[in-house]
């Protein structure tokens, strides 16, 4: 465990006791907003985020409504980033958090966190910034304390790393409470006897992920915008998001037109491609994407949108793959359903 601290720590700059494991990002992202609401509640009850944050945000800033506290939800423009404008009239004197993703989970946008914090710092020095940089960490170099970042939230598993753990990284100078107690283990903040193993796993992915970490950015761009230019050879395809770099390297969106997105999902596995509709943690429980609606994508097109991602084992053959079955999948499901 001190050795994985010590690897998550040097990957941030930061200092091992500010780092907390946890069981992953939902826990995270939990802590993060609950510990630091509950504890700072004296100060304000208002907290800030963004109309596209992953559930595991947004539905603990639902139930801290229910306990009292005031959330503003900021929209987003087509591209599924805030406006700074907006953020800065948001942020009030009783404002104690706001959290931003770092980059969005179902079309990859990725918010400038370093200007988020200045105006937030700017209007409000004592508001706390919380980062889910969940889909950010591996494949981004991030430097919370030249950021600006007060808590920042990490899953294993987007780095190759095992499922079931995770860490929060909290600035030695946040005021924030536990919300599980008992032994007292990592000095309190987090009690239950600590997952050894899964620490283990998350510090050697985090010592792999960070090695050579250039060329492994390059190859999942170059992989993006090999299935880009594919999909855009296909007729009622639409890319949502930016198709450049501005985007992550990991994460591509697409609507079909015509088909729904769980017919498309299943054929496709049926031919051995893995793709999710809206987010891949939540592939188990399809709905009509909030992110989808916040960025402007049309109704009908809503419910016929899936995400592709790629990870350091994907290859350009792969992605070919996936073209030319889409290429030949498309034209027959849109003939059965106009049936």
């Given amino acids: ?30 802590l993060a907003l609950i510990g630091t609401a509950l504890a ?11 109309a596209v944050e992953h559930p595991s945000v947004y539905n603990t800033m639902a139930w801290l409504e229910e306990q009292g506290f005031e959330i503003t939800y900021l929209p987003v423009d087509s591209f599924g980033c805030i406006s700074l ?14 959290s931003i993703m770092y980059v969005n989970n179902e079309i990859g946008a990725v918010e400038p966190v370093e200007e988020i ?10 508001t706390y910034f919380h980062v889910d940089a969940i889909q950010a960490y591996g494949k981004f170099q991030i430097r919370p304390k030249k950021q600006g970042i007060d808590l920042l939230s990490v899953s294993a598993h987007k780095i190759h790393g095992p499922k079931g753990i995770g860490f929060l990284y909290i600035d030695e ?16 903040m987090r009690s239950g006897t600590e997952n050894v193993p899964g620490c283990a796993g998350l510090g050697a992915a985090v010592k792999e992920i960070y090695k050579n970490h250039g060329e492994r950015v390059e190859k999942l761009y170059t992989l993006r915008e090999r299935l880009i230019a594919g999909l855009k050879t296909i007729d009622g395809v ?4 930016h198709e450049d770099r501005q985007n992550a390297p990991q994460v591509v969106s697409a609507s079909f037109e015509g088909i729904k997105s769980e017919v498309l999902l299943h054929a ?14 939540s592939s188990n429980h399809p709905g009509v994407s909030g992110t989808l609606k916040a ?40 003939r059965y359903r106009a049936r």
């Fill in 173 to 188: 100078k946040v005021k924030i409470r536990p919300i599980v107690f008992g032994g007292g283990q990592q000095k309190g």
């Fill in 1 to 30: 465990m001190k050795e994985a601290r010590r690897e998550i720590a040097n990957s941030l700059k930061v200092q091992e006791k500010e780092i907390l494991f946890t069981s992953g990002g939902t826990e995270s992202n939990n």
């Fill in 268 to 281: 496709l596995e049926d031919r051995g491609i893995y793709v999710s509709s809206g987010s891949a943690c």
């Fill in 295 to 334: 960025i402007g994508v049309k109704k009908e097109l809503q419910d016929s949108t899936l995400r592709f991602s790629f990870g350091a084992f994907n290859t350009e053959e792969e992605v070919d793959y996936a073209v030319d079955v889409l290429k030949e999948l498309l034209p027959v499901l849109r």
């Fill in 85 to 98: 404008a907006e953020l800065e009239e948001a942020v009030r004197e009783d404002t104690i958090l706001v």
């Fill in 117 to 126: 914090a200045r105006c937030i710092k700017n209007k409000n020095p004592k």
């Fill in 238 to 241: 639409t890319i949502n998001g």
């Fill in 40 to 50: 700072n509640q004296r100060t304000g009850k208002h907290l800030i985020t963004s």
